[in-house]
């Protein structure tokens, strides 16, 4: 499966922003979905994934009642509603997928795509 992550950009403190994750090639809908981000100078690090159906989603707790994952295999697509942006979010962030969303949790993807990138300015 290819993905494609887009809708990063600049935001101030406190505002939105909804990032996509557009797959193509194998059937999307039987992978679970993930975004992991990386700040400059720092690991890469999870952030939420959601499984094949939609039903569980997991967060970093860092992300936690701020951030929702969400999932629409009509369209192949795959979402990060991120809301109350910190200047510690700032970070690429990518979409990744794997068959098992517990290797997602555990930091490991089988396929991930291009960054898009997140600025929160304070």
């Known amino acids: 499966v290819q993905l494609q992550a887009c809708g990063g950009g600049l935001v101030q403190a406190g505002g939105s922003l909804r990032l996509s994750c557009a797959a193509s090639?194998?059937?999307?809908?039987?992978?679970?979905v993930g975004w992991f981000r990386q700040a400059p100078g720092k690991e890469r690090e999870f952030v939420a994934a959601i499984s094949w159906g939609g039903g569980s989603s997991f967060y970093a707790d860092s992300v936690k009642g701020r951030f929702t994952i969400s999932r629409d295999n009509a369209k192949n697509t795959a979402y990060l509603q991120m809301n109350g942006l910190k200047p510690e979010d700032t970070a690429v962030y990518y979409c990744?997928?794997?068959?098992?969303?517990?290797?997602?949790?555990?930091?490991?993807?089988?396929?991930w795509g291009q960054g898009t990138l997140v600025t929160v300015s304070s």
């Open positions: 090639g194998r059937s999307f809908s039987v992978y679970a």
């Open positions: 990744v997928a794997d068959l098992r969303a517990d290797k997602l949790r555990g930091g490991s993807y089988d396929y």
